[in-house]
């Protein structure tokens, strides 16, 4: 057995000395230490020899453990620090070497007008509501009190998926639901992105984004609506605009009307960019009809509401210059990277 031990300490010796790695340190350690190892079978057969047989053969096999055990912690701090000195050297960095380069994104144009009048709205109390893009012929167009003759409603107009189901062709519908769920008083705005059959050129494209407002609450009037809209005119184009409504129509509002910032670019004297007027038509707005208030089941004897919506490529493009709406979605950096 004493002979057994010297071998097995002997294998043990050379195996740890050849060991050049973590992994290879822990399965040495496991077959010379573990249940199965040589050192362990001969510590389970020693019930077998008389008392005194046993108490030598027990302090020669401590012994050998001792030993083993002492060389393999030795060892192993070789093996990690080796093991350590070749990763820092593998993540070693220069830092006298310059940089690699790297561009920073940019937002879209249209993303960033988005916000900007959001954030308008928002410190005035608006929500921000959506929905979905996939509407049906109910909220699109029967809620909004347009009645059935509607050029809108035409084939070559809007974008139909089955005879009830459409791409919408505004964000008005969100403000169907809103008032749908809701009851006054309601205060929201309505991002998002509209559809409709134009032939792309510099000022149209069958998909564009618009903004909506809603507010509905007792004793709305026309002078809140216009007090609300001039205030966001100032903040988005300056605090020397002002601004004009002038008659219009459209079947959700009523009286409706479209309102007129004054150029900004002129001061309202009258150049291009305002083909002379000194006025640029930025949206369309309104008193709510009462039928469209009365779909959500809100009492239009005692609330009323105003609404209004604006194109936000319009908005961009007369605060940017753009002077071609396709190149919103041409994907093109050169373009995006100009309004970082």
Not at 54 to 69: C, F, H, T, W
Not at 113 to 140: A, C, K, L, Q, Y
Not at 280 to 298: F, N, Q, S
Request: include cysteine; hydrophobic fraction near 35%; glycine fraction near 8%.
């Amino acid at each position: 057995m004493k002979e057994k031990l010297s071998n097995i300490l002997t294998e043990a010796m050379t195996q740890i000395e050849g060991a050049n790695s973590l992994n290879a340190m822990e399965e040495i350690r496991v077959r010379l230490l573990g249940k199965k190892s040589p050192l362990t079978e001969i510590l389970r057969s020693m019930g077998k020899l008389s008392h005194e047989e046993r108490k030598d053969l027990g302090r020669e096999a401590n012994l050998v453990r001792e030993r083993i055990e002492e060389a393999l912690e030795m060892k192993w701090g070789e093996v990690k620090e080796k093991a350590q000195k070749e990763r820092f050297r593998l993540e070693k960095i220069d830092v006298t070497e310059p940089g690699v380069p790297y561009d920073l994104g940019a937002r879209h144009l249209i993303t960033i007008t988005i916000d900007e009048i959001s954030r308008i709205f928002m410190s005035m109390g608006f929500s921000v509501s959506e929905g979905p893009e996939v509407e049906t012929v109910f909220h699109n167009f029967d809620a909004l009190n347009a009645p059935k003759n509607h050029p809108s409603r035409d084939l070559t107009d809007t974008f139909y998926i089955t005879e009830d189901t459409l791409l919408r062709t505004q964000t008005s519908p969100v403000q169907v639901r809103t008032i749908q769920s809701q009851q006054p008083p309601i205060k929201v705005i309505s991002p998002g992105r509209c559809f409709r059959c134009d032939t792309p050129d510099a000022t149209h494209s069958p998909m564009f984004h618009q903004i909506e407002g809603l507010l509905v609450d007792e004793d709305i009037s026309m002078t809140d609506l216009k007090g609300c809209l001039d205030v966001m005119a100032k903040q988005l184009f300056g605090s020397q605009t002002k601004t004009k409504f002038r008659p219009h129509y459209f079947p959700f509002t009523e009286p409706s009307a479209e309102m007129d910032v004054s150029c900004f670019k002129c001061g309202g004297k009258g150049c291009s960019m305002c083909k002379g007027s000194g006025w640029i038509e930025i949206l369309g707005c309104g008193m709510v009809h009462p039928h469209v208030l009365e779909v959500g089941g809100i009492d239009t004897e005692k609330f009323t509401g105003f609404a209004f919506g604006m194109g936000v490529e319009r908005i961009a493009i007369l605060r940017y210059g753009v002077d071609d709406i396709r190149l919103f979605y041409e994907n093109d950096l050169r373009f995006i990277n100009q309004f970082k």
